[in-house]
């Protein structure tokens, strides 16, 4: 009961914060870190990050000095119109005149914006910031961003968060939840986010096992990373599999990794090339080839559309994991009949909104009631962030 009482009183330290004070401190605390030298800014990381930071210092009056970064081979390279040079030249010519804005964003690797600070420090910077800071001082330009948006839609929301973490099933849970609180609404600081667990994503042992008549929905198949965990704790007894992988060059590789499997597994497979959502039709789609790929109204191709009730039809189904960029509420919601039907396991990723983090629970808790719920986060990554929905039948005790 302590530890209990102890989390509550941490949540409310978090959420209960006043509103005027955080939107002020917002507003300008990036200003207040680079001083006066906002008019000399340097972007560390000429990359996707650093590209749309550019793009909106622009349309603030500000042009950057130049980007630096870490990759030799964009040194001395024009990125929309800016320079790029190495980080050494960046600190020798800048170092003690401009501020270095951070835009680098690794969701594998935690601390990589604390590891850029410090290292840009020890070759004598005077001034680096985040670019989260820049974020939130210009909303408007910027947010949301992933996961990261105003902290003050946080506290907004402060009856639905303490509803949600009443749900939670366990101290694991607890502290991981307000872990990522924390880091909404005080700071944005990787380095507040704790390790994550060792175990194997989507399979985490502690908290339900896989029987052999499995009949798994993995949305967002990549190329079969997920199911290949699968298969490392079945082998070959499970009863179906459907693979939703609706980026071509992700689905090409998902087929490649499929076709090689031995013929009592494959036969059990099914790689369908669609995206999951609330409603079956088409939709606009960013095919990266990568992890990243979304749904997206300024998407390079159209993609068919399905909800999951579409999909599954009469055939009854134990385990649906969804990893969709963002798009996982409106997939929850396309498969509203097969979660009250079966009751299956859930497993939702619930970092690519900030929102997600309490929206994402709430919302499979107005389908179903049956359902116990757990936060895990796999390995040392800011992603991977979880949400597992367990029915009672498949707890371990």
């Known amino acids: 009961m302590t530890c209990q009482i102890d989390f509550k009183k941490k949540l409310d330290e978090f959420i209960d914060q006043d ?10 605390l990036f200003s207040k870190e680079i001083g006066g030298v906002a008019d000399r800014l340097i972007l560390f990381g000429a990359g996707n990050l650093g590209r749309k930071t550019l793009a909106g210092l622009r349309k603030l009056g500000i042009e950057p000095l130049c980007f630096a970064d870490n990759n030799p081979k964009s040194w001395n390279t024009m990125v929309d119109g800016a320079r790029v040079i190495s980080p050494t030249e960046a600190a020798q010519n800048y170092g003690d005149n401009a501020g270095f804005v951070i835009t680098v964003y690794s969701p594998g690797d935690d601390r990589q914006l604390s590891k850029i600070r410090k290292s840009l420090q020890d070759m004598g910077c005077r001034i680096v910031a985040p670019f989260t800071h820049l974020f939130w001082e210009h909303p408007e330009l910027f947010l949301p961003h992933n996961w990261i948006d105003l902290p003050t839609n946080a506290c907004r929301s402060a009856d639905e968060i303490r509803k949600i973490f009443d749900l939670l099933a366990d101290d694991t849970s607890r502290m991981e939840f307000l872990a990522r609180l924390r880091w909404i609404v005080s700071s944005a600081d990787f380095e507040l986010i704790p390790n994550g667990m060792e175990d194997s994503t989507y399979f985490p042992d502690d908290l339900f096992q896989l029987s052999d008549h499995e009949v798994f929905i993995d949305c967002g198949a990549y190329d079969g990373d997920t199911i290949q965990g699968l298969l490392k704790r079945v082998g070959s007894a499970f009863s179906k599999v459907l693979a939703l992988e609706p980026d071509p060059g992700n689905y090409s590789l998902l087929q490649a990794y499929i076709g090689a499997l031995p013929d009592d597994v494959r036969s059990k497979i099914s ?3 669609v995206a999951t959502g609330g409603a079956s039709g088409k939709a606009g789609f960013s095919a990266l080839g990568t992890v990243g790929s979304q749904i997206s109204s300024i998407g ?16 009854r189904t134990t385990y649906i994991k969804m990893d969709i960029e963002g798009a996982e509420l409106d997939a929850i919601e396309g498969a509203r009949e097969t979660i009250k039907r079966d009751l299956p396991i859930l497993a939702i990723s619930a970092y690519h909104r900030q929102e997600h983090l309490w929206e994402v629970p709430e ?6 009631s049956d359902y116990t719920f757990y936060m895990r986060r796999h390995g040392d990554q800011w992603g991977d962030l979880v949400y597992y929905a367990v029915p009672p039948e498949r707890l371990i005790a």
């Open 300 to 315: 390079d191709i159209e993609v068919d559309v399905r909800t999951i009730d579409s999909l599954v039809g009469d055939m």
């Open 19 to 28: 509103m005027d004070y955080i939107a002020g401190r917002c507003a300008d």
């Open 363 to 368: 919302l499979i808790r107005g389908i179903s």
């Open 271 to 273: 790689v369908i090339p």
